[in-house]
């Protein structure tokens, strides 16, 4: 899993991608021999016989992704705003006439689950950093979205074929699907639901999966994670208690991806947790989670994620603006705060896969405690750089 790229199996197209893989530390690498040829004759004619004979490609498959060389955050934070942005603007539409009673149009979802593979590939951390910047109004929406992305770069941590990493993003996509049968006032209720409100929320699995069942083509992954994205390892989650193996791989990947964004976005009844407190929480939340899946997901985001606040050694407060490919402990950090003397410095990058200075994340920082901005705008806007 220690590369450079999105994927462990790819076609090799582009010189720059034969240069990044000699140059990075991979030991051996499998060619499959009949997908290529090893020596290529640019001029050789081709038969007309076999011109002929070759076959049209099927208008219903999809075509292949093309391979997405790896980008800095800050270069893909651009275009993963304009993703975010007409993502949004879909996922509203699609969920206001789900409410009305209309069935979902996959041809209005498989598009949003490509744009998103598509910057996920690019870099997963300018995407889901930023989608994590909702309101109260548009939580429902922009957590469907960030869910699909988070699925997404789960899959291509797991390894899972093309194909699946895309069923997998538009379950992510459609996973609350089934809040559109939930009043709102209870949906977006600031304050802690009684009772009978949990009850009418738990319900929104079913309901999403009763929606989703009628929608023609659909995938079994969505049906799966819209049903079980709740439940829990020891069996302690709903609709059904289910436990371990019980549930199977989507689903689980559903429930990681799920928790993660609900915990780190702020909610009408509470703000959300820092990203680096909150994958402590999770990976410390035993019996909630598939270890290995978890593991999986930690290693997606980082285990500092992009937009963390963290400590650094020689008492600098950052915020995490980019990850290194490989390594997990080894960020981009943005400078800009000292916890020593409780002020502003000059701002610094600091690239700890680079850096000779020394200096080394001590811990996760609390924002409220040293009385910092809001760090997660301050990096969205790019105020400082």
């Known amino acids: ?38 020596i290529v004759v640019e001029d050789e004619p081709k038969p007309a016989a076999v011109a002929a004979d070759k076959p049209e490609p099927s208008p219903g498959r999809p075509v292949p992704a093309k391979i997405a060389v790896r980008v800095g955050a800050e270069e893909e934070r651009v275009n993963a705003a304009r993703v975010l942005t007409s993502s949004k603007k879909a996922i509203m539409t699609m969920f206001h006439e789900t409410r009305l009673g209309k069935a979902v149009d996959l041809k209005q979802a498989m598009p949003l689950v490509e744009e998103i593979t598509t910057s996920v590939s690019r870099n997963s951390g300018a995407l889901i950093s930023l ?11 922009m957590h469907s979205v960030a869910v699909c992305a988070l699925m997404i770069a789960l899959g291509h941590q797991l390894g899972l074929p093309p194909e699946e990493t895309r069923q997998a993003g538009l379950a992510g996509l459609l996973h609350d699907i089934g809040k559109m049968a939930v009043p709102a006032d209870i949906l977006n209720k600031p304050g802690k639901l009684t009772d009978d409100e949990f009850t009418s929320v ?45 549930i199977s ?13 609900a915990i780190t976005s702020n909610r009408p009844y509470k703000p959300g947790w820092e990203p680096g407190h909150s994958i402590k929480r999770m990976a410390n939340n035993q019996g909630h989670f598939d270890e290995t899946i978890l593991e999986a997901f930690i290693k997606s985001v980082g285990i500092f994620p992009t937009g963390s606040c963290v400590l650094m050694q ?7 603006i980019d990850q290194h490919p490989g390594s997990l402990l080894t960020p981009k950090v943005k400078v800009f705060f000292s916890a020593t003397a409780m002020s502003t410095i000059p701002i610094e990058i600091i690239d700890l896969a680079t850096t000779r200075s020394g200096d080394r994340i001590a811990s996760y920082a609390d924002p409220a405690k040293l009385n910092l901005p809001n760090l997660e705008t301050i990096w969205a806007s790019a105020s400082l750089s």
């Open 1 to 38: 899993m220690s590369h450079p790229f999105w994927r462990g199996s790819f076609k090799l197209e582009k010189y720059e991608d034969l240069k990044t893989l000699r140059s990075a530390k991979i030991h051996e690498i499998l060619i499959d021999t009949t997908k290529g040829r090893d």
């Open 131 to 141: 989608a994590r910047l909702k309101t109260a109004d548009d939580y429902t929406y």
């Open 202 to 246: 738990k319900k929104h699995t079913e309901a999403g999966h009763a929606i989703l069942r009628g929608v023609a083509g659909i995938g079994d992954a969505a049906l799966d994670v819209s049903l079980h994205h709740h439940e829990k390892i020891d069996g302690s989650g709903y609709p059904f208690n289910l436990k371990g193996n019980q």
């Open 249 to 261: 791989l989507v689903a689980k990947m559903g429930a990681v991806c799920d928790v993660y964004d």
């Open 314 to 320: 020689s008492g600098k407060v950052g915020i995490i």
